[in-house]
């Protein structure tokens, strides 16, 4: 029987914004995204495992979850509704570990295909077959063995079996623990109700008032759910006031128009080993079999939970894009931190060069001994003045983005994850030794310094063999490179030296020269800042949070919207 109408272009906008919703990425610690990621996983479940299906095939069986606490009674509960053990109950807990589903013969082929419910791999009533899964667009399209005897997988797995005794077009599925102690179990229960067309909650006498049952019943009326609820295990002497009571307070959370069945406690409930008397679940029975079997009470059961994941879209992807935009925006402001330092560092070096501030210590006393040091010593001793100050300049940004990431929550929580970020060792430990890769940092300056040197004294050779052509004697190439960096790197202090270029080469050529030797050292430095600046933001560039994220997501919804 038909339900919902075929409708292409929903389901094309549906699975648009469920790529989208894939996309997003919340990698931060930052106030919000745990639920954030709670919110996309829920989502991304209810479109697979939910929306998607029923809207491809809307004639589908009713899937009807039985979710609880530990110890509620599901499996019983479960098993006295189809009249024999198909799933495992005891006093184990948690003891469904593997979510079993129920349905008619008739129905067995729809929950067999991975078409419903995709992440989960079948066992059980199954004949060890290949089925091509048909849900290639979401990276899960490969040959996957369904029901292979072996049952090994690395996947969560769904066992399948059947009952007469359930009427064609209903399914019953017994999930998890929604409080097990495992957290797989957990996040499985919560999957699962999200694909349910049919929710069916299920708490005792003892623990009707627990915090956690409220919370799923109000997300369930949150998102329209067709919902009942069964109260379990409730001792004859004050059922009357616990049913009482429980009504009371489904009233006063808004929903006191939920189907509620009471369960006595029977000595076949007690360990879980028997089945209850078919006079305890009949009316629950007879409401699945009435929301199955009345086609106006299974229109609603249907469209209602879709309408309802529908509509609860319009609050969650805003919340959703929201979450993105402050990821985006912490990775905005944690790189600026960064390419502000070296910013401010490529300053310092310009403002030092220009004040000949590299021309000071060892290289300005053998500058005034100059020529009696030799041109080599004076050469080395520039060239080691160079590389102290681009050590200081990249230690001190390091320190200066570091202080404040350190200041910042989304910083202080990548800096916290550090011993898992190898490409952390930048930043420097307060009260510690410098950064754990200033072995790789003075490797680079070294290569940027001895690469200066080199271009310098190529320039030196070329403008000797060039002036050995003219009238003046000819220089010592070596003398000319060690008097060219100091005119480059002295400032005012290294004035003579341009003047014994000139008197050596001539003033345009002794210019020229100079003029090239910083153009050269400004390149080479821009370079090994902004590489230094690029391997600090590693850790930024990996968390695969992109810019477009946030509005991707909101034309995703504003197509869906559209096309409702």
């Known amino acids: 029987m038909v339900i919902l109408d075929v409708r292409p272009e929903l389901l094309d906008a549906l699975s648009v914004l469920r790529d989208r919703v894939d996309a997003a990425r919340f990698p931060l610690p930052l106030p919000g995204a745990p639920r954030a990621r709670r919110t996309r996983q829920e989502m991304l479940a209810q479109l697979d495992d939910y929306l998607m299906p029923r809207l491809r095939s809307p004639g589908a069986p009713l899937l009807a979850v039985v979710g609880g606490s530990t110890g509620a009674g599901k499996s019983t509960l479960v098993n006295s509704l189809v009249g024999r053990r198909v799933s495992e109950a005891g006093v184990l ?11 008619h013969p008739q129905d067995h082929e729809w929950f067999a295909d991975r078409r419903v419910l995709p992440r989960l791999t079948r066992e059980g009533d199954l004949p060890p077959r290949r089925r091509r899964d048909p849900d290639h667009r979401h990276g899960r399209g490969r040959d996957a063995e369904v029901g292979g005897p072996d049952g090994r997988t690395a996947e969560p797995r769904l066992r399948l079996t059947v009952s007469e005794l359930l009427p064609p077009g209903l399914a019953l599925l017994d999930a998890p623990d929604i409080d097990s102690l495992v957290t797989a179990n957990r996040d499985l229960a919560a999957q699962l109700i999200c694909a349910a067309d049919i929710w069916i909650l299920v708490t005792t006498a003892a623990r009707y008032a627990d915090a956690l049952p409220w919370h799923l019943l109000r997300s369930a009326k949150e998102y329209d759910v067709t919902l009942g609820t069964v109260l379990d295990r409730v001792p004859h002497p004050v059922a009357d006031e616990v049913s009482r009571h429980y009504a009371m307070l489904l009233t006063k959370a808004g929903l006191g128009d939920v189907p509620r069945f009471t369960v006595p406690e029977l000595p076949e409930s007690a360990d879980g080993g028997g089945l209850l008397p078919q006079t305890a679940v009949a009316e629950l029975r007879d409401w699945l079999h009435h929301c199955t079997q009345d086609p106006a009470a299974r229109h609603v059961a249907a469209r209602r939970t879709l309408d309802g994941v529908l509509n609860s879209l319009r609050t969650r992807v805003p919340a959703l894009a929201g979450a993105v935009a402050a990821q985006h925006a912490a990775v905005v402001r944690l790189t600026g931190y960064v390419t502000d330092a070296y910013g401010a560092a490529a300053e310092r070096v310009a403002t030092a060069v220009r004040d000949g501030d590299t021309l000071a210590g060892q290289a300005l006393a053998r500058w005034r001994g100059y020529p009696a040091c030799g041109p080599d010593a004076l050469h080395t001793s520039l060239t080691d003045g160079l590389a102290a100050l681009l050590r200081t300049v ?27 970020l190898p490409a952390m060792d930048w930043v ?46 000819p220089a010592d190439p070596e003398e000319v490179a060690a008097l060219l960096s100091t005119a480059a790197l002295g400032g005012r202090r290294g004035s003579g030296a341009g003047e014994h270029l000139a008197d050596m080469l001539g003033a345009h050529a002794a210019l020229r020269m100079r003029d090239r030797a910083r153009d050269e050292l400004d390149t080479l430095v821009d370079d090994l800042l902004s590489g230094e600046r690029d391997r600090r933001l590693i850790p930024l560039d990996t968390l695969d949070v992109a810019s477009q994220q946030q ?7 504003s197509l869906l919207e559209k096309v409702r």
């Open 551 to 557: 509005a991707s997501l909101i034309a995703g919804y």
């Open 428 to 473: 420097p430990r307060p009260g510690g030794p410098g950064p754990g890769g200033a072995d790789g940092v003075t490797a680079r300056i070294t290569s940027t310094v001895q690469r200066w040197r080199t271009v310098v004294t190529d320039l030196a050779y070329e403008e000797v063999r060039f002036a050995r052509d003219g009238e003046r004697p």
């Open 93 to 103: 807990r948690p003891t469904t570990r593997t979510p079993v589903l129920v349905c």
């Open 394 to 420: 990249i230690e001190d940004a390091d320190e200066q983005a570091a202080d404040r990431w350190r200041r910042d929550p989304a910083g202080s929580a990548l800096l916290a994850g550090r011993p898992r």
